[in-house]
């Protein structure tokens, strides 16, 4: 089985996302968590810093970094090693660590499911509180193996402006889900 076809139900970043992702990376950043690299799409977009991609974000020693990049398993079913305190989150687990992430750095990049923001005014505002500087909605199309409505969500603590929102056109011809494909 090839590597592609292993890690197919990982829903990786596809490559041009995870270069979109890291355009929007601040400027001065030296040190990256990339959380939950799987076979590390976006960890490849990010030669130019210093990352720390952890086999498990759950028993990974916390620490500051100057920025986070994250697209987290949304699911306790696609995660290993899940706490069990934390195995009753399900469906909103990527959320539970999108939130440990926010602890960890002042600068967060993070491509979540849609309803994050959706589903719950309490923690549409505490995010944006938090300080939300853009939502870039992305196409169903964007995983191979599931239609899913995902947001890449660009947080900086602090930020108070306007809240930008953005559409990003995945073109057909980029749709090319891992290097190895
Ligand atoms: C939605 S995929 C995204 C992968 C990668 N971040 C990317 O964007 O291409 C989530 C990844 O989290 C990984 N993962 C699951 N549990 C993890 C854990 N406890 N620690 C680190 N990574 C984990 C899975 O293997 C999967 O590859």
């Not at 995983?143 to 995902?150: D, E, K, N, P, V």
Request: proline share 6%; net charge neutral.
């Amino acid at each position: 089985m090839s590597i592609a076809e292993k890690h197919k139900f990982d829903f990786q970043t596809p490559p041009q996302v995870c270069k979109y992702m890291a355009s929007l990376i601040p400027e001065g950043t030296k040190t990256i968590l990339e959380p939950t690299p799987g076979i590390g799409n976006i960890v490849r977009e990010l030669s130019a810093y210093e990352v720390t991609a952890p086999d498990n974000f759950f028993t990974m020693e916390r620490q500051r970094f100057d920025c986070v990049v994250t697209n987290p398993p949304f699911s306790a079913k696609y995660a290993h090693g899940v706490p069990d305190n934390m195995l009753k989150d399900g469906m909103r687990l990527g959320y539970s660590i999108l939130k440990e992430c926010l602890k960890m750095s002042d600068n967060v990049i993070a491509l979540m499911l849609w309803f994050t923001l959706s589903d719950s005014d309490v923690r549409l505002r505490s995010l944006k509180n938090w300080g939300m500087i853009s939502v870039t909605a992305l196409p169903r199309k964007t995983f191979q193996y599931a239609r899913i409505q995902t947001v890449v969500i660009q947080m900086q603590r602090g930020w108070e402006a306007e809240t930008i929102f953005k559409v990003y056109d995945l073109l057909e011809k980029d749709i090319q889900h891992n290097l190895f494909d």
